[in-house]
């Protein structure tokens, strides 16, 4: 029944983007973060699970302190990717 109905208000002809003459529209998406700040945020929270790890008191310390040590060798691992993609770019 649906399938049946007249689609009003929209037109067959795909919709355009972009200027007339715009050959280079720019980048698209968001631009990389830069190493220094991903390397920074890694270390960060690994220093935070060896704080977790020493000033917790309880049997499960080892659980955070894992995590947040793991966090922030994900980070620390997207520092070292964007540095070597910068310096791959840059040659």
Request: aromatic share 8%; net charge positive.
């Amino acid at each position: 029944m649906a399938q049946s109905r007249k689609r009003r208000g929209r037109s067959s002809q795909p919709a355009r983007s972009g200027r007339k003459g715009d050959e280079n529209p720019g980048q698209v998406g968001r631009q990389p973060r830069s190493p220094l700040f991903l390397f920074v945020v890694g270390v960060a929270w690994v220093i935070c699970g060896i704080v977790a790890y020493v000033t917790l008191k309880a049997n499960w310390k080892l659980v955070p302190a894992i995590f947040f040590v793991g966090v922030g060798v994900l980070w620390i691992r997207g520092a070292v990717t964007a540095a070597a993609r910068q310096s791959r770019g840059s040659t």
